[in-house]
């Protein structure tokens, strides 16, 4: 059993979920702890997404269970606490940014100035008046983000947010996380990309539906005597083969 961190902000125990006919998370057992930047890094297929939307509450399990913030995953009570970006653009194509982020503090009743602060904290108040539709992938990721951030939730769950950036968009959005994360938000940020995993104060590393191990990057190092992370993770990976 994977050890849960003593302060955590999400708690995941036994879980397991079938899909189409096959399980695709084997009894996991996760902490996210309050305050951090938690990586859940591993290639694509591997159960990411099926974790997030469990953590979240929009996925159905059949077995174990998750808390947030004390409260069953999916409680009414959570709405407003947690923020949830998914791969796919979560707002609206056709209107502006500036009209998607009025639309979206009506609806978390986000109080009068919001939206100027979560454009400014994002850098997208120069593309305030442009639709949606028009922008890059990089300009989307950053108005879905926004919208994440209206309510000012403590716990934001972000599902590959940085894939087909390219490098300086990449290094930006980390930048906005650690600004969030020193601010005391709780940020869990998947990815299938190694490079960023040192980006995070502590790792979740995932493969075929199994968490393989968690700690920060450099214990990860250290644990498997690798010189960097994607080194670490072809480790692990032997380590689970040859057990089986």
């Known amino acids: 059993m994977t050890p849960v961190p003593s302060q955590a902000a999400i708690e995941v125990r036994a879980l397991r979920v079938v899909r189409g ?53 999916g409680s009414p009570a959570l709405r407003s606490q947690v923020g949830y970006v998914t791969q796919a653009p979560s707002v609206y194509l056709d209107l502006s940014v500036e009209e998607n982020l009025h639309y979206f503090a009506t609806v978390v009743r986000a109080g009068p100035g919001r939206v100027a602060e979560v454009m400014a904290a994002v850098d997208i108040e120069e593309l305030a008046g442009r ?19 209206l309510n000012e939730p403590p716990i934001l769950v972000l599902d ?4 087909g950036l390219d490098p300086v968009l990449r290094r930006d959005l980390w930048a906005t ?17 190694m490079d960023e995993a040192d980006r995070c ?19 990860l190092r250290e644990d498997t005597g690798a010189d960097d992370l994607d080194g670490a993770f072809l480790r692990l990976v032997e380590r689970a083969e040859a057990k089986a």
């Open 201 to 219: 104060d502590r790792l979740l590393l995932m493969r075929d539906g199994h968490i393989l191990a968690t700690g920060t990057p450099g214990q």
């Open 21 to 73: 006919g096959a399980e695709v998370l084997h009894e996991i057992d996760v902490g996210v702890p309050v305050g951090e930047i938690t990586g859940l890094l591993g290639p694509s297929g591997c159960g990411k997404s099926t974790l997030m939307r469990a953590i979240v509450g929009v996925q159905i399990v059949q077995g174990g269970s998750v808390t947030v913030l004390g409260a069953p995953a």
């Open 177 to 193: 996380f650690r600004s969030l994360a020193e601010a005391g938000t709780t940020l869990l940020v998947s990815s299938h990309v």
């Open 160 to 163: 590959e947010p940085t894939v």
């Open 131 to 149: 639709p949606v539709g028009s922008l890059s992938g990089g300009q989307v990721a950053r108005v879905s983000l926004a919208t994440a951030l």
